[in-house]
């Protein structure tokens, strides 16, 4: 469920003919995602083709003051032949707009409509596309002006981690609070600060990218782009698809096409390479946090379910066995 606040035919009409797109023909709600409210948008143009859109309301978790760094990054991307969708603007060139709803002032953009769909049991091959993809944008994005603050590094990690409370963390597993408090405490002390870096998608899970067999046809969901470590990025990526979604099988075959896809693109220097093991803690961290505070605080009532941490311990968990040090292949820079 993914549609917080409703609209009416005739307010929705009135909201898309601020665009220069035509006019609405159909907006639909769309099920998946859990931030924000998204629906697709069919419109006609003034020599009668139709056209689709995504129409987005940021709900809470979204700051509107940082939407230009979200949505000026996909016309970045765009313009550079990336496949990430680009944002329509307005007819006074505001890229995203304020709308009064009865729950308040709340922004919407619309972006265009990318075919694809997410893989839930990637290949191979596809997962060497989503290296490849992601080592595009690392690229493309290097003369892209902004920047913006990772507000889910390392300190954040720990923070969620102590508002859960070591008693939060065992009710979800009577090991979690130990493992949390030794992989913490090595991260912090370990954590690498002067590896290559730049704008980075910091969430490029399989539901985040479109696909059309082996192409990736569309990166999608930038609001938690930021700037930091791209071997960072590599390491989240890794984690979001070498691994049955439960975290209980490493998937080998995906995580040495994701590096062999990245490295065509990108090659990692030996520093980012030799990083990789840790970093991957550190991004198996990063979702073990978000889903344990989302796990102990989201009300039974939600209209979302929240997601099982315990995925994301047992990566943790995997990444820290030092048998599986060398997974992550050979060194392909220099
Ligand atoms: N540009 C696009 N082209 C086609 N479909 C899209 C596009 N953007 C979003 N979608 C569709 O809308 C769904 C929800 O989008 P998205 O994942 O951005 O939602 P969200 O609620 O903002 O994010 P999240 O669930 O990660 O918090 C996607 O799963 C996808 O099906
Ligand atoms: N991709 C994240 C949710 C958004 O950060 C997860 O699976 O926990």
Not at 197 to 220: C, E, K, Q, R, W
């Amino acid at each position: 469920m993914a549609v917080y606040t409703r609209l009416g035919a005739e307010e929705m009409a009135v909201i898309i003919s601020a665009f220069d797109v035509g006019t609405l023909v159909s907006a639909k709600g769309i099920a998946e995602g859990v931030s924000n409210s998204n629906w697709l948008i069919e419109t006609q143009d003034a020599a009668g083709s139709a056209r689709r859109f995504i129409l987005t309301m940021y709900e809470s978790r979204t700051e509107v003051a940082e939407l230009p760094f979200f949505l000026d990054l996909l016309d970045h991307l765009a313009a550079k032949h990336c496949p990430v969708p680009r944002t329509m603007h307005d007819s006074e060139g505001a890229s995203h707009r304020l709308h009064q709803t009865p729950e308040g002032t709340k922004a919407l953009a619309l972006i265009e409509f990318l075919p694809g769909v997410s893989v839930s049991e990637p290949t191979p091959a596809q997962a060497r596309a989503v290296g490849g993809a992601l080592a595009q944008i690392h690229l493309a994005a290097a003369d892209f002006p902004a920047s913006r603050t990772n507000s889910l590094a390392l300190a954040d990690w720990q923070q969620l981690l102590r508002d859960c409370g070591r008693e939060g963390l065992e009710s979800i597993h009577p090991e979690l609070g130990h493992i949390v408090e030794r992989e913490l405490a090595l991260l912090a002390a370990r954590w690498p600060r002067d590896l290559p870096s730049g704008v980075i998608h910091a969430d490029l899970f399989p539901d985040n990218v479109l696909m059309l067999g082996d192409t990736v046809t569309g990166l999608i969901d930038f609001y938690f782009a930021c700037t930091d470590l791209f071997a960072y990025d590599v390491a989240v990526t890794h984690a979001a698809w070498c691994f049955s979604p439960d975290g209980t099988r490493f998937l080998p075959a995906l995580s040495d096409a994701l590096m062999a896809g990245y490295s065509a693109v990108r090659p990692l220097s030996p520093a980012e390479h030799a990083a990789l093991p840790l970093l991957a803690r550190g991004a198996a961290m990063r979702f073990l946090a978000t889903r344990a505070y989302d796990w102990l605080n989201t009300p039974a009532d939600a209209l979302v379910t929240p997601k099982d941490p315990m995925a994301f311990a047992r990566r943790l968990e995997f990444y820290a066995d030092p048998a599986n040090a060398n997974i992550f292949g050979e060194i392909s820079g220099s």
